[in-house]
Each structure stands twice: as structure tokens, then as C-alpha cells.
């Protein structure tokens, strides 16, 4: 048997032997050949097999997909973060640096956090399985120490338990996922004391702690957000000063801006990065992502996507009282028309679900009027200009409510969801009753 210390220096020998010449490349593959054929006894078959590079594995696809059923557009942010996981997965991540780095660039409200949470959900099973620093935070030195710890003999050396260490960076390791989430949010407002540490971190993949012990970044993916840029993003949409929407915006609203003016987006967003930040920052990061505005497509999915979660939340062990909700086409207009604002994506949308849907229904749970087992339908009351809310049946066994939800296709939403299906719902309701009754019947006999 050959050993392949013996073919690499034999390979390398031959390489810059002939390094200049193609012919003579051939020639090394050949010798190569002999090496490798002679050395464990099979024989080497010559290919010329094109290879697809464009293919992914499995479990950069199945991030790629968990991605997208979470996140709202953003395409282009979710392949290079899908590309990149594949170069850790592949190994070829170089090893003295961070698994990766990432700048998010883009107008508030577009996904930026909920991008890494999703990442974190996908990767972990938990959406908060992240180290958040709110750089705003970090202003003076004293507030380092709570990333860092004080050095020992200070004044509270120590009470301190650094936000930084290497036991809260490895918290959220799986036996099969060796991975951490830092994200630094709002990094324009960073200090001077916290831009010097993250520097080190994305340079070296470590940070040394007031104590001086080392913590150890290699395993971690590194996230910035900023909202750098959305000033300059925004009046490409809205060219002229005032209220009214330029034509810009209002196909922004519509989902149906070009692509030239979605480029000028992306570069005004990476323009106004490289402005603010140092080149050494700029050249450490493996990627400056840029979030696109939300349209009104855009956020009809995501409404779709939020009254999913809330429907699953209420499944779930937070309330104790599971109980099923629809809305119609007119409820799920207003939210949509009550939720739409350039400026703040899909926060507005956010907490207008909240103010009009969420509360509404907290009262009625805490009031005893919606119970476990009810079907709530919500509909729009255009003379008062707000959401109705009708009991549509009660006492319905939980594995009904279930089966209800799954056919109303429970897939996060994206395209068709329970939400605007509130005329399913009281269509399902004399089934229901026959199911009830019969499952009763069969119970007293
Ligand atoms: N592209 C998106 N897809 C799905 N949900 C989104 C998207 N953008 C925003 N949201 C929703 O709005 C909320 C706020 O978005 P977030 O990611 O925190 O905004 P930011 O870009 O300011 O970090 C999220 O929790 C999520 O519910
Ligand atoms: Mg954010």
C-alpha cells in the first residue's frame, strides 16, 4: 500500500514540475493515475463527467426550504445564506474565521431579525435560539462589561455572567447541530469599544473576556442589521418631498416595481453602508444583504402567514383554551388595508393585527364568551369600520378542529390559509354536528 503522504508529495512534486504547461498538466495527471491505480489495486476509470454545480444537499435544501415557507420574498437573502451553509456543510468554511458573516441592509419591518430567527427555527428547533446584542445598548464602557465581564478586582467582577462567553455562545448545541447565532442589531449605533470587539470576532473568530478567558467563534454565524440606506431606498420611491406616493411607490405597493429600480434600491442601500463604515469592516463580512420594501403582495402573504401562527399559538400550550378562528375575504382586506405603510413593512401589519384581532379575542377569552372547542368566524363591520366576531358552533372535539385547520391547508399560509376561509368553516359546521352526534351516540352505547 502507498501511503497518500507519499502521492500528495509525489502530486505536488509533479505540479510544479510542470505547473506552466498544459500538455505537460496531462502528463501529471497521468502520473498521478499510476500512483493511485498501483496504490490500492483498482484500477482508475477515466471520466469526463460534467458536473452540476448548481446542485445543493439535502440539508442546505431542506434550510432553503424551512426559509422560504418563514420569510416573505427576499430571495436573494435567503441563497446566499442557503449557499453559504452549504460551504460549512461541505467543510470548505475557513476554519480560523466565523462560519459566516452577514451585514442586512434595508427598510424596517422587511424580515431582517426574522430571517436569523427562522435560520435558528430551522437549524435548532427554536426561533430563539440566538444571542441578540442590541448595539444601542453598548454605548459606554461600563456596558461592554456586560458582553465581556470586568476584569477581576473591579467592583462587581463577580456578579457579572458576560452575555459572550463561550457557555452562552454553545446553550443551544444539538448532538447534531454545532452551531450559534449572534446577532448584532442595529450595528450603526455600535461604540467605539464594540466595533473594536467585533472587528477581532469576524477577523479571528475570537474574543478574549474581561477574565481573559477565550471564547471561540468558529461555530457561530455572525449577523448585523442596519437600517442604513432606507432613507436613500425610500426616495427612490418617493422622488419628490410630501405625502402623496410617487409612481415608484405605488408600484412598490403593488408588487410591481421593475428591475432596474429594485437594483437602484440594493446599491443605494450597499452605497450608504460603505459611507458609514470603514473598509475594514466592509472587507470582513462575507456578505452585505439587502432587503427589498415590501408590497402589497408581499404583505397579503405575510398577514396570511401571521394569522397562521396565531392560530397556532393558540393550539398550543399558551392558552388553555384551543379554540378555532377564520376570517373573511372583507376581515382579512381591512387588516391588510389598516397594516399597509411604506415606511414600517410588515410591523404596521403587525400591530394592527394586534389592536384589531388579538385583543378583540383576548377579551372574549378572559370574558368567557370564546371557550375551548368554539369556532369563531371574524368578519368586517364596514359601518363602524372594524372587526365582528361571531360564535359559529361550540363543543367541537379537538381532533375536528384539527382535521378543519389541516384542510383549510395549514402550509404557513403562503398561498391560500384558513384565515380567508371563514365560508369553509360555517360550511364545516352541520358536519361537525353529525360527527359530534354520532361519536356521542356511540360513546353511550
Ligand atoms: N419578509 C417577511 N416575511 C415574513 N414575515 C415578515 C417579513 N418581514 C417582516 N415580517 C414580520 O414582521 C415582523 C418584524 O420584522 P423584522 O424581521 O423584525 O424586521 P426588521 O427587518 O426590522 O428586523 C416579523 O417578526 C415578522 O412577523
Ligand atoms: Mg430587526
Same mark, same amino acid.
Given at each position: 500500500m502507498l501511503n497518500p503522504k507519499v502521492i500528495i508529495a509525489s502530486s505536488k512534486h509533479l505540479t510544479n514540475h510542470f505547473q506552466h504547461s498544459h500538455a505537460c498538466f496531462r502528463h501529471f495527471i497521468l502520473g498521478l493515475e499510476t500512483l493511485v491505480a498501483s496504490s490500492n489495486g483498482r484500477n482508475v476509470t477515466k471520466l469526463r463527467k460534467p458536473l452540476d454545480v448548481r446542485q445543493t444537499g439535502e440539508e442546505a435544501e431542506k434550510l432553503r426550504a424551512d426559509l422560504h415557507k418563514r420569510i416573505v420574498g427576499q430571495d436573494e437573502p435567503i441563497q446566499q445564506i442557503v449557499n453559504l451553509y452549504q460551504t460549512y456543510l461541505a467543510g470548505m $468554511?475557513?476554519?480560523?474565521?466565523?462560519?459566516g458573516s452577514f451585514l442586512f441592509l434595508g427598510p424596517t419591518g422587511t424580515g431582517k431579525t426574522r430571517l436569523v430567527e427562522a435560520m435558528a427555527e430551522s437549524l435548532v428547533g427554536d426561533a430563539r435560539a440566538m444571542i441578540k446584542v442590541d448595539c444601542a445598548e453598548f454605548q459606554h464602557s461600563h456596558e461592554i462589561a456586560k458582553l465581556v465581564g470586568s476584569p477581576p478586582g473591579y467592583l462587581g467582577h463577580r456578579e457579572t455572567h458576560p452575555l459572550l462567553s463561550q457557555e452562552v455562545l454553545d446553550q443551544y448545541h444539538t448532538e447534531k447541530v454545532k452551531l450559534s447565532f449572534v446577532l448584532f442589531d442595529?450595528?450603526?449605533? $455600535?461604540s467605539d469599544a464594540l466595533w473594536n470587539l467585533l472587528l477581532g470576532v469576524l477577523d479571528k473568530a475570537t474574543l478574549t473576556l474581561g477574565d481573559t478567558r477565550r471564547v471561540d467563534f468558529t461555530q457561530t454565524m455572525i449577523f448585523m442589521t442596519s437600517n442604513l440606506g432606507a432613507a436613500e431606498m425610500s426616495s427612490i420611491l418617493r422622488p419628490r418631498l410630501g405625502f402623496t406616493p410617487g409612481d415608484k411607490e405605488r408600484e412598490q405597493l403593488a408588487g410591481t416595481l421593475d428591475g432596474d429600480t429594485a437594483d437602484k434600491i440594493s446599491r443605494a442601500g450597499v452605497e450608504a453602508a460603505r459611507r458609514r463604515f470603514t473598509p475594514e469592516f466592509m472587507n470582513r463580512l462575507d456578505k452585505v444583504l439587502v432587503f427589498r420594501p415590501l408590497g402589497e403582495p408581499e404583505l397579503r402573504k405575510i398577514l396570511n402567514l401571521e394569522l397562521n401562527l396565531l392560530q397556532q399559538r393558540i393550539f398550543?400550550?399558551?392558552?388553555?383554551t384551543p379554540f378555532f378562528f377564520a376570517l373573511t375575504a372583507p376581515a382579512k382586506e381591512f387588516l391588510l388595508r389598516e397594516g399597509t405603510d411604506l415606511k414600517y413593512g410588515a410591523r404596521h401589519l403587525r400591530r394592527a393585527m394586534e389592536r384589531e384581532l388579538v385583543n378583540p379575542l383576548s377579551n372574549l377569552i378572559a370574558s368567557g364568551q370564546v371557550r375551548g372547542g368554539d369556532l369563531v368566524s371574524v368578519d368586517f363591520d364596514s359601518s363602524a369600520n372594524s372587526l365582528l366576531f361571531f360564535?359559529?358552533?361550540?363543543?367541537?372535539?379537538e381532533h375536528a378542529v384539527f382535521k378543519l385547520w389541516d384542510l383549510a391547508g395549514s402550509d404557513g399560509g403562503k398561498n391560500h390559509s384558513i384565515a380567508a376561509e371563514a365560508e369553509l368553516m360555517q360550511a364545516a359546521v352541520p358536519f361537525l354536528e353529525l360527527e359530534h352526534r354520532a361519536l356521542s351516540a356511540s360513546e353511550r352505547s
Open positions: $468554511a475557513s476554519p480560523s474565521r466565523p462560519v442595529e450595528v450603526e449605533k $455600535a398550543s400550550s399558551s392558552t388553555p360564535k359559529e358552533a361550540e363543543n367541537v372535539p
